[in-house]
């Protein structure tokens, strides 16, 4: 290990990318902080907002002017530019044109000065991002007061929100700022691609709708009113979070266990279809154990509750997203023959989301610019707590008849489609969807499965938790991760996030030839990445062991007389951005008892096939 | 049930009949798993894959074969040497696979001229009656693939208008299904073997025979609720195969490839039931 480590410093001979910022003082919680008020009109599947948003100037000037998220409006036709880059669709759902969703802003007003603020086409605009100028400047330091009134159409359920029948999901459903980070405003508009970045602050809400709905939101549930209208109004609150997004429908049924999670409280509220009642264990065992995973790994879960909601499956668009305190799922696949619970798609989709209330609801990264900082850090997380419970190699399919690990899953995207795309690219420059998924997800989980198996999983997540405790609260980018895991590792990273994260370098080794006591390991690709080598001896005495840095493009092993059976490149699998590992090992008498035990398995099926087969026709 | 007595009596008094049946199946799979076999040699000069496979992880194995992807990733670079002669191999066990169902139909035809004339009591040998029905079997095995083609998706439509719900909505389906089918199944089985009991090669007439058996007012009741019968057992046999494919893969080999053979005796004998259920029913009718 300690020389796989010191190679791995061997690497960082190239210049370095520009160094991070480091982050200043302590963090602001309380920077974009909202008090809403909406009220759900479930025929027009509308919402009517109005409410006060305040904001801080932590940057070091003077500010004009703010900018504006009008997420919704992605979905005001077929033409928006959001619709035109997901080509109409999204994941698996289909834009319905008939039911689109906007937003409209009816008034804005800066309340320091009383002036009402001119947003672009009265506030009835088709821009997801719009730019407001201040009548009066902001100062550093200072805070803004804004009361805003807007309406909201939902769509129908598309693209983690909407509606399907009277079932409702409110996602980046109000006007939220753009965030102010560094001393200057993200005004990028959303993208397809892209998810979301903002400040920290906290959420008042307060929310109005039909008495026959259940609802959830994130935050702590405080008083719950019964309208003299046939309403109920409940109230939420959060802090330190940096969004806010609720749910109704009158047919969720709501359950709530409390779990401990290092030594902390935290009540898990599942809103569930009726008939997905029956799997309400298998989403609480596994919010449970990410919970308790992530806490351990990377610092305690900082909020009371957790809300887990599975839209039903016509709503399934608004399954498998995050926000803080938050996260929606998907439904359990029900199969026949006991099969159901061999198939981890409800644990898969639940864990993920939940690594995102570290990455990056903790530490906020910019998901749209920089996606792999939360995807690829919640594909890894998924890898890791899926491993604690299942074997590795059968976290996400555990059947008599077949298994299959999440790292293989993202094996496949890696190897099908983004071995050579640089990782950290903003979202919205990913060619497609899937090359976008392939990158981030895939390649950006295998990029962190590898560093901690080349460092170790004690040392690596200690490296990731310094890294969360620093940014916590904050903005990182890809340079203040590196920067961090190099100051925790005690190594510079340099080359490898220059290859494999910036870059389009790739990597593959393979054992070239065996003549008697003499072998050969060739390197194919840009990255020298260090690798172990064992030696299998034909007296069956002790393997020999190696470490190649892999500096050079071929490697020549001589045993010194001692008759090689055979040779494996990186027996332990932690390159897991290696491109072919079928050509790591070459045995020249491999055992014969397992591949009979395969053919004999492989007899049998196909006996039987044939003779279900003649029995049917 | 009297006719399903006797068929049951004439089954089990032939039984050595369904090792007939069996053969072609196991020798087939024997074929395939050489193959199999061969290309496993061939995969495990490069590491432990058959193992890993045999274990399940087979999924996991595939991905790690995805060797076009280095190639598009690093051009002119070339997979294991052994992959490749592994692949054909492993494909062509495959191949013998599939085209093993078109041999085994064959074979079917061939052994039901043999097996009909001894349910009969005829006493030409075996072999000689196998040769002497075999090209109208043939005949009709060809004639009756329409035959299916039409009834395959009727049954599944009629078996899907059950108004069931949930998984076990879903198996009474798939058991509607399988009983429907094996309605069909008989009808033209008793076509099958009045061929040979009234000593007619007309494939056409056996045809019209065995869809008309179901509505002949003697045979109709008798018919239905037999071939209902031998339905249900088939999709009970259906199910214990599926419940296998689900299960065998965690025992040990030894017992696995046990399982694997007793449930392929249990499926010949359903076959020879089938017929002999037909032969008893031409003659009562």
Redesign the interface.
């Known amino acids: 290990m300690t020389i796989l480590v010191l190679a791995l410093a061997m690497l960082a001979r190239l210049p370095s990318p520009a160094r991070a910022q480091t982050p200043p003082g302590e963090p602001r919680t309380d920077i974009a902080s909202y008090a809403l008020e909406a009220t759900l009109d479930a025929a027009a599947k509308q919402i009517r907002g109005s409410g006060r948003i305040t904001f801080i100037n932590t940057g070091p000037d003077s500010l004009s002017e703010i900018w504006i998220r009008l997420y919704l409006n992605a979905f005001r036709s077929a033409d928006t530019s959001w619709m035109r880059e997901a080509a109409g669709g999204f994941r698996e759902s289909v834009f319905d044109s008939r039911f689109p969703g906007w937003i409209r802003v009816e008034g804005l007003v800066d309340a320091r000065t009383g002036d009402a603020l001119t947003l672009p086409s009265g506030g009835d605009t088709g821009e997801t991002i719009v730019q407001v100028p201040l009548a009066m400047p902001l100062p550093a330091g200072q805070k803004l007061e804004l009361t805003v009134r807007w309406t909201s159409q939902l769509p129908k359920v598309f693209a983690r929100t909407g509606f399907a029948g009277n079932f409702i999901f409110a996602g980046q459903w109000y006007p939220k700022l753009a965030a102010y980070d560094r001393g200057r405003w993200d005004t990028e508009p959303w993208h397809a691609n892209s998810e979301f970045f903002a400040d920290y602050g906290s959420y008042d809400l307060t929310l109005t709708v039909p008495a026959a709905y259940v609802t959830g939101a994130n935050g702590v549930r405080g008083s719950e009113t019964e309208n003299a209208d046939g309403t109920t109004t409940t109230a939420y609150h959060s802090e330190r979070v940096t969004d806010v997004a609720w749910t109704a429908w009158p047919s969720f049924q709501r359950l709530v266990r409390t779990v401990i999670a290092v030594d902390k409280s935290v009540d898990i509220e599942l809103l569930l279809p009726p008939g997905e009642v029956e799997s309400a264990d298998r989403h609480f065992t596994a919010a449970r154990i990410a919970l308790d995973s992530f806490s351990h790994w990377y610092g305690v879960y900082p909020w009371a509750k957790l809300t887990v909601v599975a839209p039903p499956p016509e709503a399934a668009g608004a399954g498998g997203m995050e926000y803080p305190g938050l996260v929606t799922t998907g439904t359990s696949l029900r199969l026949p023959f006991g099969l159901t619970e061999g198939i981890r798609d409800v644990e898969v989709t639940t864990v993920h989301e939940i690594a995102h209330q570290w990455f990056p609801m903790q530490v906020q990264s910019n998901e749209s610019a920089e996606a792999w900082l939360d995807e690829g850090f919640a594909d890894y997380l998924t890898i890791r707590a899926l491993g604690r419970t299942k074997s590795p190699d059968a976290s996400i399919v555990d059947l008599p008849f077949g298994r299959l690990g999440y790292a293989s899953v993202q094996r496949a995207l890696f190897l099908g489609i983004s071995a050579r795309a640089p990782v950290a690219l903003p979202s919205w420059q990913y060619p497609s969807f899937y090359a976008y998924g392939a990158t981030v997800y895939g390649k950006g989980s295998l990029a962190l499965l590898t560093l901690e198996r080349q460092y170790g999983d004690e040392r690596f997540t200690a490296a990731l938790r310094a890294y969360a405790d620093r940014w916590r609260w904050r903005h990182p980018a890809t340079a203040d991760l590196q920067t961090s895991l190099e100051s925790s590792l005690g190594q510079s990273l340099d080359s490898f996030f220059r290859g494999f994260i910036r870059g389009d370098w790739v990597v593959n080794y393979r054992v070239g030839s065996i003549e008697g006591t003499k072998a050969v390991i060739e390197r194919e690709g840009e990255a020298p990445i260090p690798v172990d080598i064992r030696i299998d001896l034909a007296d069956g005495g002790d393997p020999i062991e190696r470490h190649w840095d892999g500096q050079d493009r071929r490697l020549d092993l001589d045993t010194g007389g001692r008759t090689i059976a055979a040779v494996s490149v990186d027996p332990e699998n932690k390159l897991l951005l290696e491109l072919d590992r079928s050509d790591n090992v070459l045995q020249l008498n491999p055992s014969p008892g397992p591949m009979i035990a395969a053919a004999g398995r492989w007899q049998g099926m196909l006996h039987m096939i044939l003779q279900l087969v003649g029995l049917a026709g | 049930m009297r006719t399903l007595f006797r068929a049951a009596d004439g089954a089990l008094r032939n039984v050595v009949l369904a090792l007939a049946?069996?053969v072609?199946?196991?020798a087939?799979?024997?074929l395939?798993?050489?193959a199999?076999?061969l290309g496993?040699?061939m995969?495990?000069?490069?590491?432990?894959?058959?193992?890993q496979?045999?274990s399940?992880?087979?999924?996991?194995a595939g991905?790690?074969?995805?060797?076009l992807?280095?190639e598009?990733?690093?051009p002119g670079?070339a997979?294991?040497p052994s992959?490749v002669p592994a692949a054909v191999l492993l494909s062509l066990?495959v191949a013998i696979?599939v085209l093993?169902?078109l041999v085994?139909?064959y074979a079917?035809a061939y052994l039901a001229g043999g097996i009909l004339s001894r349910l009969c009591g005829a006493e030409a040998p075996f072999r000689a009656s196998c040769r002497r029905w075999l090209g109208p079997m043939l005949r009709y095995s060809l004639l009756i693939v329409p035959v299916?083609i039409v009834a395959i998706p009727l049954c599944l439509f009629a078996a899907f208008l059950l108004p069931a719900a949930?998984?076990n909505g879903?198996?009474a389906k798939i058991a509607a299904f399988g009983l429907l089918?094996g309605l069909v199944?008989g009808m033209l089985e008793y076509g099958r073997a009045s061929m040979v009991i009234e000593e007619n090669r007309s494939t056409r007439r056996a045809l019209r025979q065995g869809l008309g058996s179901i509505v002949r007012s003697r045979t109709v009741l008798p018919a239905v609720l037999a071939w209902l019968l031998l339905g249900l057992l088939?999709y009970v046999?259906?199910v214990d195969?599926?419940?296998?494919?689900?299960?065998?893969?965690?025992l040990s080999?030894v017992p696995?490839?046990a399982?694997?053979?007793l449930?392929?005796l249990a499926?010949?004998f359903?076959?020879l039931l089938r017929l002999s259920l037909a032969t008893e029913l031409v003659r009562a009718s």
């Open positions: 049946l069996y072609p199946g196991l087939l799979s024997l395939s798993a050489l199999a076999w496993f040699a995969l495990d000069r490069n590491g432990n894959w058959s193992e496979i045999a399940g992880g087979y999924v996991a991905v790690e074969f995805l060797s992807a280095k598009r990733a690093l670079t997979p294991a992959l066990a696979g093993g169902i085994e139909a079917y299916f949930g998984i879903l198996l089918l199944n088939g046999f259906s195969v599926t419940s296998a494919f689900v299960a065998v893969p965690a080999i696995a490839l399982v694997h053979q449930a392929a499926g010949a359903i076959k």
